[in-house]
């Protein structure tokens, strides 16, 4: 992280912040940040749509004595180098994940992913069969609509920043209310959003050029469906994870089902889309009883 730049204001007790620098000669990469904690076998967590490692703030604690935990920030995301002219889409997004497991040489890899981060815990799962042992997919982010679905608020500004000509503008224009709004219309209990989450998902969006990153990342929903075709070619064993209140629809999580017939299924009470915030207990007990 370059010095002139804000750091997490949250701190994960256990933790500890490590960084992945650019391949030399290539040029479109970034230097990656991720949080690392515990000890076993290698656990890889991939954080949603908007936010960061700190996402993981309540599930690292509870799986940590089994496993040696990797949070990574997506590229460009949380506390990652945002490059100019970088491109957000799935398979760039997952080009960053493929490169932690590379640079770190990480073998028989349990991949966790929550949203976004599920579909690319399963696309890298297809792409690199010899190093991952099994996937967990929370709340796959594959479906028409995305964030949108989150309520009004969300419709209205997600389409203000997909918007030609004035979107990049509304992208930089985050007030705190309508984050916490946003986000809580992601959860089946309100209370999990803490304050001081939201302030620093507000200080990461006040990075220079993080406004071209979070319409990048919009944008690039597209190819998170499309990555969908990916699935089938998935050799590890998969477990699927869904909020009973999540974005996606019973039609959405049967269609993944019938693309994925062989992977265990789990749907949770009551819950939204951010999992890790409101039930990180049931993602651990998936983990630590495997």
């Given amino acids: 992280?370059?010095?002139?730049?804000?750091?997490?204001?949250?701190?994960?007790?256990?933790?500890?912040?490590?960084?992945?620098?650019?391949?030399?000669?290539?040029?479109?990469?970034?230097?990656?940040?991720?949080?690392?904690?515990?000890?076993?076998?290698?656990?890889?967590?991939?954080?949603?749509?908007?936010?960061?490692?700190?996402?993981?703030?309540?599930?690292?604690?509870?799986?940590?004595?089994?496993?040696?935990?990797?949070?990574?920030?997506?590229?460009?995301?949380?506390?990652?180098?945002?490059?100019?002219?970088?491109?957000?889409?799935e398979p760039s997004m997952r080009a960053g994940v493929e490169r932690l497991l590379t640079e770190l040489d990480l073998h028989d890899v349990t991949l966790v992913g929550e949203s976004m981060g599920a579909v690319l815990a399963l696309t890298t799962a297809a792409d690199l069969p010899e190093r991952v042992r099994?996937?967990?997919?929370?709340?796959?982010?594959?479906?028409?609509?995305?964030?949108?679905?989150?309520?009004?608020?969300?419709?209205?500004v997600v389409s203000g920043v997909l918007a030609p000509g004035v979107?990049?503008?509304?992208?930089?224009?985050?007030?705190?209310?309508?984050?916490?709004?946003?986000?809580?219309?992601?959860?089946?209990?309100?209370?999990?959003?803490?304050?001081?989450y939201v302030d620093e998902l507000l200080q990461v969006g006040r990075r220079p050029g993080y406004p071209t990153v979070a319409r990048?990342?919009?944008?690039?929903?597209?190819?998170?469906?499309?990555?969908?075709s990916r699935y089938p070619g998935i050799k590890a064993p998969v477990h699927l994870v869904y909020g009973e209140?999540?974005?996606?629809?019973p039609s959405d999580r049967e269609a993944n089902r019938q693309l994925l017939p062989a992977a265990d299924f789990t749907q949770v009470p009551k819950a939204g889309h951010f999992i890790a915030l409101e039930r990180p207990d049931v993602v651990a007990d998936l983990l630590n009883t495997a």
């Fill in 1 to 89: 992280m370059a010095a002139h730049e804000s750091r997490p204001s949250i701190h994960i007790p256990g933790t500890t912040s490590h960084t992945i620098a650019p391949r030399a000669g290539r040029g479109g990469e970034g230097t990656l940040r991720y949080l690392k904690a515990g000890s076993g076998a290698p656990l890889v967590l991939l954080h949603t749509v908007r936010t960061q490692a700190e996402h993981f703030r309540h599930l690292i604690p509870l799986i940590a004595d089994r496993y040696t935990v990797h949070a990574l920030d997506l590229p460009g995301m949380g506390y990652s180098e945002i490059v100019p002219g970088a491109s957000y889409d």
């Fill in 216 to 228: 990048g990342v919009y944008q690039a929903l597209p190819s998170l469906i499309a990555a969908r």
């Fill in 134 to 156: 099994r996937v967990v997919a929370v709340n796959t982010y594959d479906f028409r609509g995305g964030i949108a679905r989150s309520g009004l608020l969300a419709r209205v």
């Fill in 245 to 249: 209140k999540d974005w996606s629809r």
């Fill in 167 to 196: 979107g990049p503008v509304i992208a930089g224009v985050e007030p705190r209310p309508a984050l916490r709004a946003i986000l809580q219309g992601g959860l089946g209990d309100k209370s999990a959003l803490r304050g001081d």
